[in-house]
């Protein structure tokens, strides 16, 4: 990881205004978003961590151009994200991928794998062998080469992440950016996708930002972490410094929410769960 800052969010607020406004009242505002400010350093894996409603998906999809700001700016290797049309996010698109928390409701069921894993290629138009790019990508998540004809319901919901995983690599992205990757997973695979994230990112010099309300899954993987209350950051830092002796009450509930496995009692060793 390198000081280097590649992603920069500045003073970003996100306001949206209800649609049906009761009994015909004047439509107000709902602040999503309220001044935010962070850096992601170049190789870093970057946590952003808050309970339903802090606004940490809101702000994933602002740093993917997937919306845009109310107010503040938001720079990609300092090239601005937050103004631009769609036709002109191509640059975003090629340097910035994600991961999205259902993998079900992001693979399109009618088409088969090779197809979805290619799909970036063929829509950012990139000069690449596709058949051989396609073989390195299902290798690199642990597929297999037959993979690439089968759809998306023959997989498991772990395999499945896999395949929206080789999607985001695709056009070799610079950032990955990863909602609640592994919340809709079993616990089972959980570990095996959170094992491969951290291989690909660190042999693959990848930089990430991981979105989650699990504290637990960002303390094993992030390198720093950003916790969000109401649409702003009350602390951020290197994960292993907040978590040890946080600053913010906010931070210091969330932790202690963190549920602790303890050790059985001596009196039932040996005997049968009830």
């Known amino acids: 990881m390198s000081d280097e800052v590649v992603l920069s969010v500045r003073g970003v607020t996100r306001e949206f205004v209800r649609r049906r406004p009761l009994f015909g009242a004047r439509p107000e505002p709902v602040r999503a978003l309220a001044g935010v400010d962070l850096d992601v350093r170049r190789g870093e894996r970057f946590g952003i961590v808050g ?3 802090s606004g940490k998906t809101t702000l994933a999809r602002l740093l993917m151009g ?3 700001p109310t107010a503040g700016t938001i720079t990609l290797d300092g090239v601005a994200v937050h103004d631009k049309s769609q036709s002109e996010l191509r640059f975003l698109r090629q340097r910035m991928q994600m991961v999205f928390q259902d993998p079900m409701s ?3 069921p009618r088409m088969r794998v090779r197809d979805i894993v290619l799909e970036p290629l063929i829509g950012l138009r990139l000069d690449e062998n596709r058949e051989a790019r ?3 990508l299902l290798s690199s998540v642990g597929l297999s080469p037959d993979a690439a004809e089968r759809f998306p319901h023959q997989f498991s919901g772990g395999q499945r992440q ?3 995983i080789a999607r985001a690599l695709a056009p070799r992205p610079q950032v990955l950016v990863a909602d609640e990757p592994v919340s809709a997973l079993d616990v089972s695979v959980r570990a095996q996708t959170l094992n491969l994230l951290t291989d690909l990112t660190s042999r693959l010099g990848l930089t990430l930002v991981f979105v989650s309300h699990d504290l637990s899954v960002v303390r094993y993987l992030c390198d720093r972490v950003a916790v969000m209350r109401r649409g ?3 602390e951020q830092g ?3 410094e ?3 002796d946080p600053q913010h009450a906010y931070t210091k509930e969330l932790l202690a929410s963190v549920p602790v496995l303890r050790h059985r009692p001596a009196s039932l060793a040996g005997g049968r769960d009830e």
């Open 66 to 68: 997937l919306d845009s």
């Open 106 to 108: 992001s693979l399109d």
């Open 134 to 136: 396609l073989a390195e």
């Open 238 to 240: 290197v994960t292993a």
């Open 162 to 164: 896999r395949v929206a």
């Open 232 to 234: 702003a950051i009350v």
């Open 242 to 244: 907040v978590y040890a």
């Open 51 to 53: 309970e339903s409603g």
